[in-house]
């Protein structure tokens, strides 16, 4: 398998290759990387026999920050008539898998050919299962088939455990009515991509104390009251009224990049329209000063280079935690809800 399909958000196809073509190189891995622009994909295409399974298992893909989906294998060309036998010759030639995903790239075609998908799924499945190259749940990789029109389709494959969380990395995520606003949905999908679901009761629990930088209205602080959270709330914009009477949230009418809590706190969260290095900064003094344990603060983008200016704040940030002693882990992706800008998120290590 020779080539590396990448999904992501249209017009972010050049950043997705400069980012894989950085990892290659890292790992000594020849190949190149290409993309037209507005697609929602870019490749990375490679020489040697089994360099892009070694990339594969060596990146973990959520510590990718543009690509949304990946996975190895080629494109098909199927015909009208049969296109489930074609598929089994080909599969036939690979390693037998345990899931399956039927997938479109993110664009206006894509949508187009959801409903194809969804009909061609449940025979394919079958004629998989029968042939026993579809084994649910066993230890297989799993199989990933882009479809770029009816004819044409991306046959590849992805270590279990290390692709997207949900098909083509878009979180199916139901908006709640009661939030005062749709970046409420950002936030949410910022937790699903950051903290392991098992971890939710410790890390997003009823008690914690929360500061939400830029509240107004309050989508990110609502999100953080649903989990049971007091949050002061700093925002010269006004705040919702139903929001505010659940009695968890504090409203301060300063700037964000001023205000400092009585005592540190749990959470900080971030949603300033800021220039992404002030934001940066903001972030790297709040983990650093101790202020906060863990926090999400949104990057926008720049209009060019944006992939090699999130490494380089992403470095700053490195560089200026581990300057002042703290441990953290930290991780930066540009999720389904962000449009231009990506998440940041910072964990302080337990000493
Ligand atoms: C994108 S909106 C935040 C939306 C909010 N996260 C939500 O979910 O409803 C950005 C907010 O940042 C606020 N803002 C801009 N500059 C600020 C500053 N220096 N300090 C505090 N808030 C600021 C704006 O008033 C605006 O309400």
Not at 162 to 168: G, K, Q, R, V
Request: with cysteine.
């Amino acid at each position: 398998m020779k080539t590396l399909l990448l999904h992501c958000r249209t017009g972010f196809e050049n950043e997705v290759c400069a980012e894989i073509g950085d990892l290659a190189g890292q790992m000594n891995i020849a190949g190149y990387a290409k993309a037209r622009p507005g697609t929602g994909f870019a490749e990375f295409i490679c020489n040697g026999g089994d360099d892009l399974e070694h990339l594969m298992k060596k990146v973990r893909f959520s510590r990718l920050i543009f690509p949304r989906q990946w996975a190895r294998g080629e494109w098909l060309h199927l015909p009208e008539g049969d296109r489930i036998g074609i598929l089994l010759e080909y599969l036939a030639t690979i390693p037998a898998c345990s899931s399956l995903w039927l997938e479109v790239l993110d664009t206006n075609e894509g949508k187009e050919l959801s409903t194809f998908c969804r009909k061609f799924e449940a025979p394919l499945r079958r004629a998989l299962t029968k042939s026993g190259y579809l084994l649910d749940g066993g230890a297989g990789p799993c199989l990933l088939m882009t479809f770029r029109s009816g004819r044409e389709v991306f046959v590849g494959i992805a270590e279990k455990g290390n692709s997207a969380l949900w098909p083509m990395g878009i979180p199916r995520l139901k908006f709640p009515r009661q939030a005062p606003s749709r970046s409420t949905l950002k936030l949410e999908e910022a937790w699903h991509h950051f903290i392991p679901r098992s971890e939710w009761d410790d890390r997003l629990t009823a008690g914690m104390t929360a500061v939400d930088l830029g509240a107004s209205p309050g989508g990110w602080t609502w999100q953080l009251v649903n989990r049971y959270m007091r949050v002061i709330a700093v925002d010269n914009g006004p705040m919702n009224e139903k929001l505010m009477d659940s009695g968890l949230v504090e409203h301060q009418h300063v700037d964000g990049f001023v205000f400092r809590p009585r005592k540190p706190v749990d959470w900080m969260v971030c949603d300033i329209v800021e220039k992404p290095a002030r934001n940066a900064a903001l972030l790297e003094n709040w983990i650093g000063e101790g202020l906060c344990r863990e926090a999400v603060v949104n990057l926008k983008l720049p209009m060019k280079q944006r992939y090699t200016e999130v490494k380089r704040l992403l470095e700053r940030i490195e560089s200026g935690l581990a300057g002042r002693g703290v441990q953290a882990g930290i991780a930066c992706k540009q999720l389904y809800h962000d449009r231009e800008e990506v998440t940041c998120h910072v964990r302080v290590f337990k000493s």
